[in-house]
């Protein structure tokens, strides 16, 4: 039997993690959750998921999502029996039943098939686009899919290493996926798998101090915290400057959107001047070629 551990990397985890932990813990063979150095104390709820079957790890600062994975991955893999597969996920994103066996099928039907698979995703993700690729041997390839809810065979971590920690946040599942295709590892997308993930928060939008409305509804903007436009943008700098010259479609598609989501927020969204602000710093500091955790 092929055996998965899950890794969940918690920041300031609120009640909703048992909920998410206890769809999860079914499904796996062990779950490891990692906490990112959280300002408000996580004892109380790290003491519960160790109670339902946990393995908790504690980070002793805050290092970034791609640390908290790689720590609890090092976990994973040290542990007896070594598992098989890795479920990267977010403390935000919720299973439904038979999650993991659709994904743990699709990666059985690649590799009876030949397909060379770096990473398997599931075939939607409530609330988000999921980009699909081309159909090979009977499997449904995908585009570049989000950390959370992704399985990855163990011998890709052996081949290609850990996630790249110094980009903190943001880009880490873009740089991972990019590395898989430098070497020829697919994307194979589980049609029966959906995630339930929440992705920034949904704000009214509003011009001049007038929320706008369509047919009688208020409409709304995604955005994210203001401190991510940092990272978003400094990253998007510093994934181009590695991986430009490779995958330049990928690479000025990246920037299109990120500069048109600014520009639909700045227009849209409060707190404009200090979402720019961010953003021009991260810019700043990409050409830079700063990484790591943003100091001040």
């Avoid at 953003?279 to 990484?291: N, Q, V, Y």
Wanted: with cysteine; charged share 20%.
């Amino acid at each position: 039997m092929r055996t998965t551990t899950a890794v969940i990397s918690l920041f300031n985890p609120t009640e909703a993690v048992l909920a998410n932990a206890a769809a999860l813990l079914p499904q796996v063979e062990r779950v490891v959750v990692v906490d990112d150095g959280s300002p408000a104390d996580p004892a109380r709820l790290l003491t519960e998921l160790e109670a339902m079957g946990c393995v908790a790890v504690r980070l002793s600062e805050n290092s970034g999502i791609a640390a908290a994975l790689n720590a609890g991955i090092s976990t994973a893999l040290a542990a007896t029996p070594r598992p098989d597969f890795i479920l990267t996920m977010d403390q935000d994103s919720l299973l439904d039943a038979g999650y993991v066996q659709e994904l743990l099928t699709t990666a059985a039907a690649a590799s009876a098939s030949g397909v060379p698979v770096g990473m398997v995703a599931p075939g939607s993700v409530r609330g988000l686009p999921v980009r699909r690729g081309p159909v090979r041997h009977g499997v449904q390839l995908g585009g570049e899919p989000i950390q959370s809810g992704l399985l990855v065979p163990v011998p890709v971590i052996e081949r290609l290493g850990l996630l790249q920690a110094s980009l903190f946040i943001d880009g880490v599942d873009s740089e991972f996926y990019l590395r898989c295709r430098t070497h020829g590892l697919a994307v194979a997308l589980a049609p029966g798998a959906s995630l339930r993930h929440a992705l920034g928060n949904k704000v009214p939008a509003r011009v001049f101090g007038r929320s706008l409305s369509l047919g009688g509804r208020v409409l709304e903007v995604r955005t994210a915290a203001t401190w991510r436009y940092y990272y978003i943008f400094r990253n998007r700098i510093l994934l181009a400057r590695q991986y430009g010259r490779r995958y330049p479609l990928w690479t000025i598609k990246g920037f299109l959107a990120d500069y048109r989501h600014l520009a639909i927020v700045t227009l849209l969204a409060p707190g404009r001047f200090s979402r720019i602000a961010s953003a021009l710093d991260g810019i700043a500091d990409g050409f830079r070629a700063k990484s790591g955790k943003k100091l001040s």
